[in-house]
């Protein structure tokens, strides 16, 4: 009897990183037609993301395209599932940032509403910090908001962001700029 073994799914998703509750990973296809459904059709989920209003689905697929890793890269937006389900609640990661004229990084997540309420923007936001600063060097990570986004706020602060200024994005609007340097961080881990 000769048996050859099973080949590997074509797509493994890589884990970025993980917490208690979270994993972090690269996307796959299936993802795109969840993160529609959960995220970018949702009214209510959209309403202070990007451009403030859901997206039809073929612009959500371009977006996801674009935006989102799919392969060895471990920056970029990639899908949060929970464990230990995988049930994929949203989506978060650090993103290319020029917000302040540098080469930084943009903390992000974007929730389901289950997952609102819960303390997972907290949780992710703080791998985040450790992925950022420990694993990619970074020497300050920036987190783009819409001010009227308190939920969003509250979890920056709690992360121990503060707010520098608010910008005009031509693509999201006004959003308050939040920022922590690798120093302010680091003291903050040690108290």
């Known amino acids: 009897m000769d048996r050859k073994p099973t080949p590997a799914s074509e797509e493994q998703p890589l884990v970025i990183l993980t917490t208690p509750r979270l994993t972090l990973r690269t996307t796959t296809e299936h993802d795109i037609s969840i993160l529609q459904d959960l995220i970018f059709g949702d009214g209510d989920v959209m309403r202070f993301a990007f451009a403030g209003a859901p997206m039809a689905r073929e612009a959500a697929e371009d977006f996801v395209r674009k935006f989102f890793t799919f392969g060895g890269s471990l920056t970029g937006m990639a899908i949060l599932t929970e464990k230990p389900t995988g049930e994929v ?5 650090l993103s290319p940032c020029d917000a302040l004229g540098a080469d930084d990084f943009e903390l992000g997540f974007v ?9 997972i923007a907290t949780e992710i936001g703080e791998a985040q910090l450790v992925f950022g600063f420990d694993q990619l060097k970074c020497s300050r990570l920036l987190g783009l908001v819409d001010p009227r986004n308190a939920p969003s706020i509250h979890a920056l602060e709690k992360l121990g962001m503060h707010r520098l200024r608010t910008i005009a994005d031509p693509k999201r609007g006004s959003r308050d700029v939040y920022v922590i340097e690798a120093r302010e961080w680091r003291r903050r881990r040690a108290e």
């Open 89 to 93: 609640i949203g989506f978060a990661g």
């Open 111 to 119: 929730l389901a509403r289950r997952a609102w309420g819960r303390g």
